[in-house]
């Protein structure tokens, strides 16, 4: 029996209810049951949807219209243009292992997972008298959503009863259903409920993305609005965020922060706000695209939607579309990464062959995919360039590291002096020399050290043997009347006096191993173990 579901149900809902009707056993094993391999229940994207399909639900899905309509795949695929959708929803349909890291390159936050799952009670009602169960809507597990779209009623996120999230803390159910953990049925709401221009633009764009009707999203087109709308505003940075701020009715981009359950980083804000493109969460870059097409008129909608692809190099100068050097390397790992909407830093720290430092900025697999599209030609010239970096790099760090002999001396008189100025001031350990000023100890340990060792030798710790005499005496006497009362085995002696043992395991070895050696049992009959030299 195949399950009945809502067009909007999450992968994960449609997961649970196929273990309800019995298409599996147990929900510890139904991952391998449903996917072929381990994959998360909390499946956002729909990963390896072919073998979900085919394995849950017979076939009657196609793989394709599972991942678009019942996981996040059209909210972030809206931020990517249509060559990497294609590309990026095959790589999830076959179970690709980079599916997610390699083609979801428009940004690096990405999409932040929400503490536990949310539902809408008035929803979970339709779903029971409709489905016979309530389903997890997708729209609703968007973290920065806190409203139901279809009620407009504040979703729900934890157990009444024992306060646990839904999903993991709480036991993996279906809405409505009692809870796992302690049995309560009842739900307790969300305690953030924004109210606010700014909510209301956001859920509406989210809501549109996830039925893929947002073209506002689109790179190019997104770009272009958010440019237009610094260009008609003509206000510097830090203005337009102000503004912003006042359109969410937030004082700080730290409250901003926990309405949109993401982080948000100054700069980044400020960069978005400038050259309208930045690095940045896509929660916070949906609401400042909402914002910037709420503010915009219908006619310069429609004028972006058209002319979107041209009108950057309109009205900002510094945005070519032509390869910017005649260097045949660089302009070639520029067309490629403005293909795929990489920052172009990227192919000038490429073009000079400082390759770690392009890994820092967008990752590793973003620059693979970079250099996997050169020519033949490109790739020598570029394992050349790196080269050459490298052997500059080399030459640069020699020429650090080569003091003069009268520079280093000074150095290191002047750290005696300053050495002797702390000891003088009271200092009498070399633990109390770094806690003052820890710098100067790793400069003398480098530079100086058999000085230092003189100056101020290292103190070594010496184990105080007052009383461990008498302590070893009194507990050897407790072992030994133990194994006269029948006690022979280390693990008898341990049930009668086990802070004895304790003590003679660590502090009396050899007297313990020949009093009580060592057994090793082995069918049903004990060998005693020769003692530890």
Known sequence: MIPTFPCDATILSIHLACLR????????????????????????????????????????????????????????????????????????????????????????????????????????????????TGHWHVMHQIPAVHTCDVHNQV???????????????SGWGLPGEPCIRCGHSQTKPMPFAPESQGYRALAATISRAIQGQAPELRPEIRTCLLRRHIFKTNSDPTELLF????????????????????????????????????????????????YAWEQTIESDRQDILENGKIEPRILVGTVNVEPRSEDNLHAEIEVIAR????????????????????????????????????????????????????QGSADRKSKVNKREPSNLEEKICKMRGEIQKVIANGCTSRSQLKGINATLYQNALRLDRQWLSSFLPSQHRILKTAGLTEKRDHYRALILT?????????????????HACDFASRFDRKWFEVIAPRSSVRRGTATPVKPRK
């Open 243 to 290: 503004r912003f701020l006042d359109y969410w009715n937030v004082l700080n981009l730290r409250d901003l922060e926990a309405i949109l359950q993401c982080r948000i980083g100054i700069r980044g804000a400020f960069k978005l706000f400038r050259d309208g493109c930045a690095t940045i969460s896509i929660s916070f870059l949906t609401a400042v695209i909402a």
């Open 21 to 132: 009707v019995g298409r599996c056993y147990s929900l510890q094993s139904s991952s391998n049951d449903f996917y072929g391999a381990k994959v998360n229940l909390d499946n956002q994207f729909g990963y390896r949807a072919n073998e979900f399909v085919e394995r849950a639900l017979d076939g009657t899905v196609p793989p394709e219209a599972l991942i678009e309509r019942h996981s996040m795949f059209p909210f972030i695929s809206g931020f990517l243009t249509s060559d990497v959708t294609k590309r990026w929803c095959a790589a999830l349909v076959s179970g690709h292992p980079d599916a997610y890291r390699r083609f979801n390159s428009v940004t690096r936050d990405g999409i932040r997972r929400s503490q536990g799952l949310r539902q809408c009670t008035a929803c979970v009602l339709e779903d029971k008298a409709k489905y016979g």
């Open 339 to 390: 293909r795929f909407h990489l920052p172009d830093n990227v192919a000038d720290h490429l073009a000079e062959g400082n390759r770690l430092l392009a890994t820092e900025l967008v990752g590793g697999l973003n620059v693979f995919l970079i250099l996997e599209g050169l020519s033949q030609k490109a790739r020598e010239q570029f394992v050349d360039r790196v080269r050459q970096y490298r």
């Open 482 to 498: 133990a194994i006269g009362s029948g006690k022979t085995s280390r693990m008898e002696l341990r049930q009668v006096c086990s």
């Open 155 to 169: 979703l729900h996120d934890k157990c009444a009863g024992c306060g646990a999230n839904f999903g993991v803390e």
